[in-house]
């Protein structure tokens, strides 16, 4: 007897070979086209990790990526090869301060380089320079900031400290200054601290060689408004400061030349006559830099705009709800089809479908259990 395969030209076996492989590598090819997540963790497992499915949208819990106290932000290094974190805790080695770490990244999984105290307590947010030599942290309770060197991966002591004694008028929300974000110029040149409890971006001139950081000036915002984060527009001369006692945005034009913040127009989230609670938190930009996305924890909401890519003004374009209780950091995956909400209270971390042409958010979406998400960072 002549079997099936005798019979099949050779042309006809190759397709047939070809589909037999294809197939066979279909697991493989699923497996690399999952991405791994690390979420941080407001508990003694503080960073999480998932793996991502960018065409089902679904988040598979991995385990737990490093136990690290109450961990508030993660970031990565330029080169993605190093992971950064803060933790927000009263005390550590013995000291009054929070902390902050760093981990190699490797095939998903993290191993610790290093561990340093911060300037203060509550250490809450870290930002690494574009050279990947210079790493800032915030300390919200403490209203400090620290700067370190970056080597290999390792962070050195702090090289350069700061403590703010600016206080707004708010007596129950702004006693004292709370650092809360830091941030880089889009050149490199400039770093700066949004301190909510003080109304001011401290804003201080770069030096990656050594790390430390000189004054340049200040931004003030208006009293009581609590500036949380700054985020600068891809069009390289506009940032948007997100104030959380006041859920406004101050959209404000970058000096080159001097560092400095000039405000151009401040921007209600809320609508009028709204009394409830208030609390806005990020902000995420399209990589187009068409669509702006701002967080109000106060209502669970998050509010669209439609930039315009020159000038970075902004037009309200819709809202949506969180999918949870205190939408306390938000990311687009990487392909901008979906939209991923850390909802700190609910534990629970939202996925919503974005429209990658209008970027108006679905009114509904999926939810994945996380414990006290504070941060979303894809690998």
Partial sequence: MISAMENLTRREFMMTASAASLAAAMPALAAQVRQRVFVASNTPNGILAYDWDPAT????????????DNVDWV????????????????????????????????KGALRQLSAQNSAGTGTCHVALDRTGRVMLAADYFGGSAASFLVTDGKLSAPVWTEHYTEHGP???????????????????????????????????????????????????TKPGAGPRTLHFHPNGHTAYSFNEMASTVDVLEWNKADGMLTLVKNIQLLPDGYHGPTGGCDTVISKDGKDVYFDNRGDGSLYHYRADVKTGELTAAGKT????????????????????????????ISVFARNPETG?????????????????LFG
Avoid at 361 to 376: H, N, R
């Fill in 321 to 348: 709800p969180c999918g949870g209780k205190t939408p306390r950091n938000f990311v687009l995956d990487p392909t901008e089809r979906w939209m991923l909400v850390a909802n700190q209270d609910s534990s629970n």
């Fill in 75 to 106: 970031t990565f290094s330029p080169d993605r090869k190093y992971l950064f974190a803060a933790a927000e805790v009263n005390s550590f080695n013995g000291k009054p301060t929070g902390a902050v770490a760093s981990y190699r990244v490797e």
């Fill in 170 to 220: 708010d007596p129950e929300r702004q006693p004292t200054a709370h650092a809360h974000f830091a941030s880089f110029s889009p050149d490199n040149r400039f770093a700066y601290i949004n301190d909510l409890g003080g109304d001011r971006i401290h804003i201080y001139r770069v030096d990656t060689a050594t790390a430390k950081l000189t004054p340049a000036g200040t931004y003030k």
């Fill in 57 to 68: 949208a679904e988040l598979t819990p991995a385990g737990v990526a490093a136990a690290f």
């Fill in 360 to 376: 108006a958010l679905a009114e509904s979406g999926k939810s994945f259990a996380a414990a006290t998400p504070m941060c979303i």
